[in-house]
């Protein structure tokens, strides 16, 4: 029991950290960012072609994938949604081209990716092998979960008390609450949507190389399955809340991990997702999302 | 649900491809106009085939291997003038890419086009079945490779030259038996149709053959990625084996999760771990055996010619998928040389007379069922670095 709930809770750390970047783009700035899951993998994936020729250290391995997953987000904001943004006749027209955009950008790293590696899987080589399995009273843990779990819930709870404590958290969350004031009020919302799409690259970064020592290797096509689950977290826990990203990480993953522990694996996805649903229809705004107040 | 999507969105370009198909399969009546004949005067000179197959995307890994594959077949036959002085085959690839409407337009286009005697068909399941009626209704020789989704083969003019993973998995069973492991534990990805009748249907009936008792049986959906859980549960089972049924980036999780979990006894797996994908697993990889339908491992017969020639031309050892496109070539070849004909019904009559002869190709001596191609298969184990032949003597 006690080791289902660990590994309920490495699991929902897993979805947390691929979520993270995509929760703080799309809550702040309103960039909902398809193009996250292929950031996540293609760092990843370039960290491993560098990895395959010169012996790294993991903690160089990560911050490599990290620097590559911001290149990646800030040449997409600049290239792409920023332009969307500067030419839409509105938000929600912008909203939607960044939506498309961000499908249509995420074709070209898969395709790059699927071509090279043939569809193998790919992994850091022997530096995947590192991980130190301990047993701790019935419990057995490895280095890596730990690591997993530990980066996860910090960023989690770093990241949410950041956008609630600090002057540029404020101003961040201000132009997701109302672009146009927050403009007027000295917020740079050019610099401030860049800066948050390099941080949110640079998590999708660091979440597939993390990612990539805890599974052992990963697919060209990985991050399109977390990109569904991480969805799952943010819209379960409330649009615009960290904590609430936290919280829908660790449901879904307690969720999954209940069903295969009882044998019922191929009803992973439709018992997370249905739970998911009838919370919606609960609780709309999600758990910890605040009623959306429309004024005429 | 997406499976669902897939198999819908495919069977309505079928019927789309379908309609338009019917003004060119009529106006052809299915025969090779190519101008000038050779050999012995019956064949033309050039006899074309299309092959649609994956040579980008997440399968891209088979369609590349089997168009080398072909690609070797191909000059070999040519070479060899085995169908006659100056008559040659030629193969014009184009790309699936990973698309049911891509695959089936391909297969439309060549279809209509009356010069084309043969088809070699896409090696992705849904694919392959969205396009396997459409060659039917045309009267269209299509050989698949790969493809073992039902609906692939479903009558005179659709042949596969792969065999199902169940026709050989007896050797897996054969071979824990031989050393005396009676208790198995199952992890398969339900998702997909070959594993999940591997799993639930073909596995106990083969259990109970070789005396085993499957202990557990944990199905997982081709989105899980973390198996922490499935493989706490194998290991307390202690089993003697554990098998898995899984796609290769599962595979490499599940093995290294599996060994982390505690268990260390032997992992058998399936052929999708050849072609070098357990090389991301590093040494948790070592020691896993899993029963393919070809192995470069393999040293005698046409398998170890093949092999020899196709790193000649290749500077590399050949994959299961590239002996499936090697293989479907010749069988093409054979058929036409059977049957003394490159019209689209001679192919036809000829590969079907062939499958009922077997015979000797890259994955040994070949038998048929119907239009099915069936392989004697080998078991191997992965050393960390290539594969190595299993023999299932004690």
Redesign the interface.
Known sequence: MLQDVFNAVVLGSIYLLFALGMALAWGTIGVLNFAHGVTFMFSAFAAHLVADRVALPAPLIVVLAAAMGALISCLVQALVFQSILRRARNPRAAEMQILIAGIGVAVIPLAIAQRLTNGAPFGFGSAAEQAQVYQVGGLRLTTMALVVIVVGLGLGVGLAWWLKASKRGLALRSIGVDPETASLMGANRTSLALGTMAVAGALAGLAGALLTYQLGAISAETGDVLLIKAFAAIVLGGLGSQAGVIAGAYFIAIAETFVIVNNWGTWADAVSFGLIFLMLLVRPQGLFGRREVRRT | MSLRLRWARGAGVTMIAGLSLVAAACGSGGESTAAESAGDGKLPAEIKLVGVRDT???????G?GAVKGTQLAVEEINNSNFLGEGVKITVTEKDSANSIETASSEVTSAIADSGVAAILGPAAGQQAAAVAPVAERSKTPIVFTQAGSDGVVIGKYTFRATSPMDTYYHLATEYLAAKGLKNVTVLYN??FPTFAQLAEKTMPDLAGKSGLTVV?S????A????F???T??IAEKKPDAALFFLT??QS??A???LR???YDGPVLGTSVQG???L??????GKGVIYPTDFSPAQSQGKSAEFIKNFQAKFNALPDQYAAEGYDAAWWIARAIKASGSATRDGIQQGLAKVAAEGFEGAMGQLGFEGNDMRVPGVLVEWDGEAEKVVTTTP
Request: proline share 7%; charged share 10%.
């Open positions: 980008t995307g997440p399968v891209a890994y088979a590349l339900a998702t557990s944990t199905a997982v959906q989105t899980t990625q973390d922490t859980s499935p706490r549960l290769a980036p490499v999780t093995l290294k999760q982390q979990a505690g072609g070098g994908n090389k991301s697993a590093g040494e948790y």
